[in-house]
């Protein structure tokens, strides 16, 4: 049982760094990266004291651009010290401090003044993300639920869907590289992309020094882990998996996957 996708509330989820560790220990999970949304404070506030029974992977998830797609590339094994990741993290958080900006200034044209400030409050230091922007909406009873939110203003095109503030992807696996980790494709289906912009994405990927793609990302439809592991084998492209957790939920997957059903060799968790 491994689980390389998981999140605390160092960026949008829902446990402390800490919590969460201790919840992958009682899973049974002997390898688990902690891959918060462009920042790593999470991880290095545990580093030190993780449990028995549970190797500690480096990790981070970073947001990056391919043309006009926003990619979200998963960093693992990385030397967190490294002076080119610490200065790109620095660009990234100005980034999303941006970003929030220009979310609550589109969500005040909307009738929805205070959104920087509320989605802020509730961040509560956590690298802000749409995520709490969401749940300031719910408290303030402007949408019923986070999910609405995203329906309705946060998700895909809608007007609070800004992507086009990040540094490009060959950059953000080059930094990875840089740092002495291994760069992977984070939940590539969930791009929307046709097979062949998926099949460029990849091939791009790959030459920017991309080592891994997820194929499993939380609960996988019919199918979809056997296309990735097809598009993985085409591009010469090492395995990974993850829950993507965040929080408990009735439709969220749980900590942990298992890598019984791969092929030996074949896992980037074989080689971090």
């Known amino acids: 049982m491994i689980d390389f996708h998981t999140h605390s509330n160092a960026s949008d989820g829902a446990l402390s760094p800490s919590e969460l560790l201790n919840r992958a220990a009682a899973a049974g999970i002997k390898a688990l990266a902690l891959t918060d949304h462009d920042t790593i404070a999470g991880f290095e506030s545990v580093s030190d004291s993780v449990p028995l029974g549970v190797r500690l992977v480096s990790g981070v998830e970073l947001s990056c651009q391919w043309g006009k797609v926003g990619i979200h590339i998963v960093g693992l094994g990385f030397d967190p010290l490294s002076g080119g990741l610490v200065e790109h993290l620095s660009v990234l958080d100005l980034a999303r401090l941006r970003r929030a900006e220009m979310i609550a200034h589109r969500l005040s044209q909307k009738g929805m003044p205070g959104a920087l400030e509320g989605a802020m409050a509730v961040a509560s230091g956590a690298q802000i993300g749409r995520p709490h922007f969401a749940r300031w909406m719910v408290m303030n009873d402007h949408v019923k639920t986070e999910a609405e939110a995203f329906k309705r203003f946060l998700g895909k095109g809608k007007v609070g869907d800004i992507s086009t503030l990040w540094p490009d992807l060959q950059q953000t696996v080059g930094t990875i590289a840089e740092a002495g980790g291994l760069a992977v494709l984070a939940h590539p289906l969930k791009y929307r992309l046709t097979a062949t912009r998926l099949n460029a ?15 499993i990302n939380g609960h996988p439809g019919p199918g979809e882990t056997e296309r990735l592991m097809s598009l993985a084998r085409a591009h010469q492209l090492l395995l990974s998996v993850g829950s993507d957790f965040h929080r408990e939920g009735e439709y969220g997957a749980g900590l942990g996957v298992d890598t019984a059903r791969f092929p030996s060799g074949s896992g980037i968790w074989e080689r971090v």
């Open 201 to 215: 994405l990849c091939a791009t990927f790959v030459t920017a020094g991309g080592a891994a793609i997820e194929v």
